[in-house]
């Protein structure tokens, strides 16, 4: 079970001046690294990975499955399995959609009825999710099945307390928009919002977009249980940090509002430090308040984050990662901090978070790691609690890939590399007993269960 407390005391620590100094320059590595001899992913000793979903392999449905896997989470079922719903970041023009298009035509009806977009069926919206399914003792994959369809570019997303998974449209797109090389339409239908999957549905789900949490990049979702309000990372290099706020808690599809987060006393507040001299401080507690968003359903235009900025709400250099911890978030900028190296925040809701009484005692936003060119951590992505209470982030940098732990003394160490291809990893997650940690190799897409001596790592 995950030790969400050691979490907390892990952000707390890495909050204070010296130690966040630490996490901008530290580069400890411990339990060094194996060389892989399939050449898919080096670990420490004692490690091992299972492959579990790989691109092209057939599916219980009968189909093959969808490339570019990214965003994930893992649950539990009634019979003890564990049930892993993952993204698959696909644009229709892209290769890794060519198997899913070429079987399109195939399918059943009922099935393509399922599909958001089916782009006049000969040109529909390949992205969406798979679900499969593993024998908890055995590691074993028992089912596989495409679980969302006729989505686009679904990068990260978020598991909910009710047992779904939320899953992100990273784009922005108008019907009609066309492929390259293309006459023919692509696109029937709007692209740009967050569609829900029940985790434990056994077939292709209806896709329904949740527009009231709007249309925009949308990148990671994090759901606050006491409350239900939904918070939400957005990949754009000027980016918002957005909450919705339910009409009736766990139901999103009732709508709600969307707001985004500013400073107080700080409007429109760059929280880049892109410049010499820091926009934030590392370790700094400031005081939030959030701002009422309007036209997000059907904008005209992807300048959600521009009005909002304009009507001084904080922007952020590309929202990634975004986790659960206790009573706070922790979220990562994927191009951050002076060398665009990507920075960590934390954010505190209220104690009245949502309601009139929140302005007594506001919410506080942190910056809590900065990366440098001396960090073993880059470009922060995807991110989780670890089981041991260390913070564990994937990396999306330009060179390859690994896993990055972060301890409560803010030291750095290594978990696992890809270092045979630049495909980033993505989908850290740790399975519901917290023995197996999943991850994505995004491309051309497969997922992992990493098992081994946890123990090790908790310093």
Request: charged fraction near 20%; glycine fraction near 10%; charge should be negative.
């Amino acid at each position: 079970m995950i030790n969400r407390r050691r979490f907390m005391q892990s952000i707390v620590a890495a909050a204070t001046p010296a130690v966040a100094q630490a996490c901008v320059s530290t580069n400890i590595k411990v339990n060094p690294l194996r060389t892989d001899k399939q050449s898919i992913m080096d670990l420490p000793a004692g490690f091992s990975y299972r492959i579990v979903s790989r691109v092209g392999d057939k599916m219980s449905d009968g189909l093959t499955v969808p490339g570019m896997h990214d965003g994930m989470a893992a649950f539990e079922d009634a019979d003890g399995n564990i049930r892993l719903v993952c993204n698959h970041e696909i644009r229709p023009e892209w290769t890794y959609a060519n198997s899913l298009r070429e079987q399109f035509g195939g399918l059943p009806e009922m099935m393509k009825a399922r599909f958001y977009d089916r782009g006049g069926d000969t040109t529909p919206s390949l992205g969406g999710t798979t679900t499969t399914i593993i024998d908890a003792s055995s590691g074993n994959t028992e089912r596989q099945f495409l679980s969302l369809a006729g989505t686009e570019l679904n990068c990260a997303g978020g598991p909910t307390p009710w047992g779904s998974w939320l899953s992100c449209e990273e784009c922005f797109r108008y019907p009609g928009t066309r492929l390259q090389g293309e006459t023919a339409p692509t696109r029937e239908k709007r692209h740009g919002y967050v569609f829900e999957v029940p985790a434990m549905s056994d077939e292709l789900v209806d896709a329904v977009p949740l527009k009231a949490m709007g249309q925009f990049d949308h990148e990671a979702a994090a759901v606050h249980p006491p409350t239900g309000i939904v918070y939400m990372t957005e990949d754009q290099h000027h980016s918002l940090f957005y909450r919705f706020l339910p009409a009736e808690p766990g139901k999103l599809a009732a709508g709600g509002r969307l707001q985004a987060l500013a400073l107080v006393d700080r409007p429109s507040q760059r929280t880049h430090n892109w410049m010499s001299e820091a926009d934030v401080e590392l370790g700094r507690p400031m005081a939030t308040e959030w701002i009422d968003l309007n036209d997000v359903e059907e904008p005209w235009e992807n300048r959600i984050r521009l009005y909002g900025a304009v009507d001084g709400a904080a922007t952020f250099a590309r929202g990634e990662g975004l986790a659960i911890a206790d009573d706070r978030f922790a979220f990562t900028c994927t191009y951050g901090g002076r060398a665009r190296l990507g920075q960590v925040f934390t954010y505190t809701p209220s104690p009245y978070e949502g309601s009139a009484e929140e302005t007594s005692s506001p919410g506080q936003l942190q910056l809590i790691a900065e990366a440098g060119a001396d960090s073993l951590l880059k470009n922060a992505d995807n991110l989780t609690m670890a089981p041991w209470g260390d913070l564990v982030v994937c990396e999306d940098t330009t060179g390859n890939c690994g896993i990055v732990g972060i301890r409560p003394d803010g030291s750095q160490y290594a978990i696992a590399d890809h270092a045979y291809s630049d495909s980033e990893l993505a989908g850290v997650c740790f399975s519901p007993d917290g023995e197996t940690m999943f991850v994505n190799v995004q491309y051309p897409g497969m997922t992992l269960a990493i098992t081994g001596p946890w123990s090790q790592l908790s310093g």
